[in-house]
């Protein structure tokens, strides 16, 4: 079946770091995939902001695109709306599934090697765990790479980045202030790295007190490097 | 062992959410039998349509006292009891320790079971000494003191007690009221002892009215069970002379229970499993940093701010903040009833947007995606 790999809003335009690294390591696992040159919006920010008639317009343009491809996904929200959305709205399922979950198969599969002594801790994104139930892919591959440090809170307990819901866009001083929150429980925890799995997620936590980074980010930067190589 | 985690009241969850979900489904079998119930019991029974029907009912029967006297209840915040009798002439009298506070200092609640957690000692005992023109250090226990002290000697004349209730039987024609400080067992003592409930607390039998107000407790406080869990069911009765019915010994000799629609029934029935613990507001990571400006009235939190569209209105739920909500789900994984908030908060927002009530950010990211297929310019 055809992969595609559908990119997202974020990813094309504000954090294309973590297309960049995703790309790096689909290549180097020899993953045949293709890229959708005229991707618009998955429709979740309309989804989630009360336009769900718009919203509806542009799944039903989406959904002519993809046919009966796969659709690989870096973005937790576009995760959810393709796995959650699209079935409840047009009564289709959508074959997706999200980056996080490719890499620990194609470290299960030997595919790409990694190995690391980083002390990292994750991030859940909303949408991908609490909303979705995946929780374990992630983790799974950090801990090859190294330690994983839990925050206070995690899995469906996990707090908020302050992203979500159009909150970044509509009260962007909300969203940092709950961000804040959330860089206080990774500073906690000792780690080199906050990780996650979300290109909004990244997008809202960055911060100078500690590095965050898309998992891709951390497998690409690992990848074919001597073992003890830190991530600056 | 955190006390949620206890076998015994995980088990009670499941038991209180198959409860509320059957209440809430069979909402209008529940309300007609009410009625049949309390007129049973001797209970006068009312359904206001609307908060002003309500508080005309109520005023109806206080309009002769100078002064009466309420519990804390979000049903009784929601139809704005207080300032509409105020505005009557008659004095009102918060009997919760938390609400009292709130009230000498004109402010607004920030948690269902705990309104003046937000201020510090010194704010409280500056505000007593200047409204009760008293002096009183900054110490919990003279400002509780005090407190009661001039609470007690107001009741003395009151005649009629208004409270809230936590769980309605429908079968059984019983109130059941949650308290720890004692004051509603002090209100449901006077002359007259009027109740008003949402039509959404209804549940069938006082077994389930018992189990809902004791989920309530353990997710809003953490312990077991509150000091008292009060149980009206009629007026005070006496046959001891005689086998002579005589109405009216040290209780109220008069109970009224005023059932408010309010728009309940527009909502969805997930929405109305709420049992009010107020789990979802600590739990929310956006009323952690916005405080009570994430709510309206003592409807808080995203839950809170959805329900207002039903007794309310688009215009309200918008200035409630139904667009601060991340839609991040924390408060459903919390929730004794998992009510799935952000799904209600979805729905709304799409009526709240057809009304016109929308943000520039959002319409602009809108109008993007139609003419570029991306958010961003």
């Given at each position: 079946m055809d992969l595609i790999y559908f990119r997202g809003c974020m990813g094309r335009e504000r954090v294309p770091e973590i297309v960049r690294a995703t790309r790096q390591i689909l290549d180097h696992a020899g993953v045949s995939y293709s890229i959708l040159e005229d991707e618009e919006c998955c429709g979740s920010v309309l989804l989630r902001t009360g336009f769900r008639e718009d919203a509806k317009e542009k799944i039903n343009e989406n959904l002519n695109l993809f046919s009966d491809s796969r659709l690989l996904v870096s973005c937790a929200g576009c995760y959810r709306t393709f796995k959650i959305d699209y079935p409840r709205l047009f009564n289709v399922k959508v074959d997706v599934i999200h980056s996080s979950h490719l890499f620990y198969q194609l470290l299960e599969a030997g595919e790409i090697q990694i190995k690391g002594d980083l002390k990292v801790t994750y991030h859940d994104p909303c949408h991908l765990g609490r909303h979705c139930g995946e929780y374990d892919a992630p983790r799974k591959v950090l801990e090859a790479i190294g330690t994983l440090v839990e925050m206070e809170d995690h899995h469906m307990n996990a707090q908020c980045c302050g992203a979500g819901g159009g909150v970044k866009s509509a009260y962007p001083h909300i969203a940092e202030k709950v961000a804040q929150e959330r860089?206080?429980?990774?500073?906690?925890?000792?780690?080199?790295?906050?990780?996650?799995?979300?290109?909004?997620?990244k997008y809202n936590l960055k911060s100078h007190r500690i590095k965050v980074m898309d998992i891709s980010e951390i497998i690409a930067n690992l990848m074919g490097v001597p073992r003890s190589t830190k991530i600056n | 062992m955190e006390i949620i985690e206890d076998p015994m009241i995980r088990e009670l969850k499941e038991t209180v959410k198959n409860i509320r979900e059957t209440s809430i489904k069979n909402l209008e079998k529940l309300l007609q039998r009410v009625g049949e119930s309390f007129e049973d019991n001797d209970i006068e029974f009312y359904i206001a349509e609307t908060g002003e029907e309500a508080n005309n009912i109520i005023y109806d029967i206080v309009k002769d006292e100078k002064t009466i006297a309420k519990s804390k209840s979000n049903t009784l915040t929601e139809i704005n009891l207080v300032k509409f009798l105020e505005k009557k002439g008659l004095e009102v009298i918060e009997t919760d320790l938390g609400d009292r506070i709130i009230q000498l200092t004109n402010d607004k609640p920030i948690h269902p079971t705990a309104p003046a957690l937000h201020f510090n000692m010194e704010e409280i005992a500056d505000t007593i000494n200047e409204k009760l023109k008293v002096k009183v250090d900054a110490n919990p226990e003279d400002i509780m003191n005090t407190i009661k002290s001039d609470v007690l000697r107001k009741l003395e004349d009151v005649n009629v007690g208004i409270t809230g209730a936590n769980a309605v039987a429908a079968y059984d024609g019983s109130i059941v009221m949650v308290h720890n400080e004692g004051n509603i067992g002090l209100l449901s003592l006077k002359d007259t002892h009027i109740v008003v409930f949402g039509i959404d607390k209804l549940v069938s039998?006082?077994?389930?009215?018992?189990?809902?107000?004791?989920?309530?407790?353990?997710?809003?406080?953490?312990?077991?069970?509150?000091?008292y869990i009060g149980v009206v069911s009629g007026p005070s009765k006496t046959a001891d002379i005689q086998k002579i019915l005589l109405k009216n010994m040290y209780g109220a000799s008069r109970v009224v229970a005023i059932a408010l629609d309010n728009g309940r029934r527009k909502a969805p029935p997930e929405c109305l499993w709420c049992i009010g613990c107020g789990t979802c507001i600590t739990s929310c990571p956006i009323y952690n940093v916005v405080g009570y400006d994430f709510g309206y009235k003592g409807y808080l939190g995203g839950r809170g701010v959805a329900f207002t569209n039903f007794i309310e209105g688009e215009r309200a739920s918008f200035d409630a903040g139904i667009y601060m909500c991340t839609l991040c789900s924390r408060c459903t994984t919390k929730c004794p009833l998992e009510v799935p908030i952000a799904d209600i908060i979805e729905e709304v927002?799409?009526?709240?947007?057809?009304?016109?009530?929308?943000?520039?950010?959002?319409?602009?990211?809108?109008?993007?995606?139609?003419?570029?297929?991306?958010?961003?310019?």
């Open positions: 860089i206080k429980q990774a500073l906690n925890t000792g780690a080199d790295i906050l990780c996650t799995t979300c290109p909004f997620c | 039998t006082l077994e389930d009215a018992i189990s809902v107000a004791k989920l309530e407790t353990v997710y809003a406080t953490g312990s077991r069970v509150p000091s927002r799409c009526k709240v947007q057809r009304a016109g009530y929308k943000l520039d950010a959002h319409e602009n990211i809108k109008r993007n995606i139609k003419e570029t297929g991306t958010p961003f310019r």
